[in-house]
């Protein structure tokens, strides 16, 4: 319009044609702003969320918006995100008829635990003549606690009930000998194990009995935790602490519905967490109450507290799964001591992890002298990981070496198998 003016200048027919082209647009502007605003309340929107959004896992969060204006509306969506997601280009634009509810569903993945904020939910609504935009806030500051693996535990608890779980790739373990516990005496059925015949029954009763077994139950079970400088090495977006976190929660949840009793500890400087193990299935909350508000520093952790604090509160011989990280094999020597003094009274599995990043420069085809030196470099690290692994093997401490994406399959596959083999 302001080109017309300048060009009327030259071309005088053009001023009024420009006048009345500025008097229609302006009052469509207005007959615009009167259809946005006769309306009250012209748009309702409210952002679903869970009360807890679950930490690593994709989180599923829905808009449910309404017009009330008596025309179709352009909608453009706006919602503020937590600033720890650091996206700030969220847009969803649709059109809606009156009256008409839409659902909006779009998904998150925090990789840290604590409190997420949400802004304001933004709506701007149009109407066909599109000059004007009418902006709706709702919802302004709402917070949202991200706790551990939330989907991540309900998952594995499904496929547990349902004896499903080698779909996540659990391995199924031949049971050895008898080590179970004796449950009661039967009549013998046709598949009943020769070796399981009670002979003082049979000669009682006159004919064949056995004795029947079951799985061993109530032993505890703890999950050590190092909340120190070396847990917060970041694969994936996600540190080694929160790795361990989520493979705690599950584990705990699958170990408690196999009727065993579940505890946990963290550890740096000292020993800050202890949850004595206990059967009770509401014991998981407190578990999980506790893996939320676990923190890491940049402190060596001190194994000689943990075992002094082991030998004082676990008085009975358990299962401990130590979740740590060694880099280096020097780092394994200083605290090796600690280890053979905890699994002398204890069945000690020690879970550490493979560096991902290193197998990605290995399997990269060196072309020049410094891809050579850095594939070298890392081959080597991957030794020590393998040595340092073969080593605890050598002094009777099971191991479970992983990539920390794969650390809660493992680590049930290794809990299945050690009930499997009553080697607790």
């Known amino acids: 319009m302001a080109a017309g003016f300048v060009l009327s200048y030259w071309f005088a027919f053009l001023y009024p044609i420009c006048w009345i082209i500025s008097f229609v ?18 748009v309702h929107a409210s952002r679903d969320l869970p009360q807890k959004l679950s930490n690593s896992d994709l989180n599923v969060l829905r808009i449910v918006f309404q017009s009330e204006y008596p025309f179709i509306t352009e909608i453009e969506l706006i919602d503020e995100l937590p600033e720890q997601f650091q996206k700030r280009d969220f847009l969803y634009q649709t059109r809606i ?34 000059i004007a935009k009418r902006r709706f806030q709702f919802e302004k500051d709402r917070m949202v606690p991200v706790y551990p693996s939330i989907i991540q535990m309900q998952q594995y608890d499904f496929l547990a009930i349902s004896n499903r779980l080698s779909e996540l790739g659990l391995k199924k373990i031949r049971r050895i000998g ?23 029954a049979t000669a009682k009763k006159r004919q064949l009995m056995v004795n029947q077994y079951q799985d061993e139950k109530s032993q505890p079970i703890y999950s050590l935790i190092d909340s120190g400088r070396v847990m917060k090495m970041p694969f994936n977006g996600l540190k080694l602490l929160d790795y361990a976190i989520n493979s705690t929660l599950a584990f705990s949840n699958v170990a408690l ?11 740096s400087k000292r020993v800050e967490n202890f949850i004595p193990a206990l059967q009770k299935i509401t014991h998981l909350n407190t578990i999980l109450e506790t893996l939320y508000n676990i923190n890491t520093d940049f402190s060596d952790a001190d194994f000689g507290h943990l075992y002094a604090h082991a030998k004082r509160k676990i008085t009975h011989r358990s299962l401990l799964l130590l979740y740590t990280n060694f880099e280096h094999i020097s780092a394994l020597k200083r605290q090796l001591p600690y280890l053979l003094a905890l699994s002398k009274k204890h069945l000690l599995v020690v879970i550490f992890f493979e560096n991902s990043e290193l197998e990605k420069l290995v399997n990269v085809n060196a072309e020049d002298l410094q891809s050579i030196y850095h594939k070298t470099i890392a081959e080597k690290f991957i030794l020590e990981k393998r040595l340092m692994q073969k080593e605890l093997n050598q002094y009777g401490i099971q191991t479970i070496l992983t990539k920390p994406e794969q650390l809660t399959i493992n680590t049930i596959n290794k809990y299945l198998e050690i009930k499997a083999r009553g080697l607790l």
């Open 25 to 42: 647009l302006l009052s469509l502007c207005f007959v615009d702003i009167y259809l946005l605003y006769a309306t009250r309340n012209g």
């Open 97 to 130: 008829r009156s009256g008409q509810r839409q659902v909006y569903e779009y998904a998150v993945r925090p990789v840290d635990r604590g409190e997420y904020v949400f802004g304001n939910l933004n709506v701007f609504a149009s109407s066909p003549l599109r």
């Open 178 to 200: 008898h080590t179970q516990e004796f449950e009661q005496i039967k009549e013998y059925v046709v598949g009943d194990d020769f070796r399981t015949i009670n002979w003082k």
């Open 257 to 267: 519905k196999r009727n065993d009793k579940t505890g946990m500890l963290t550890f």
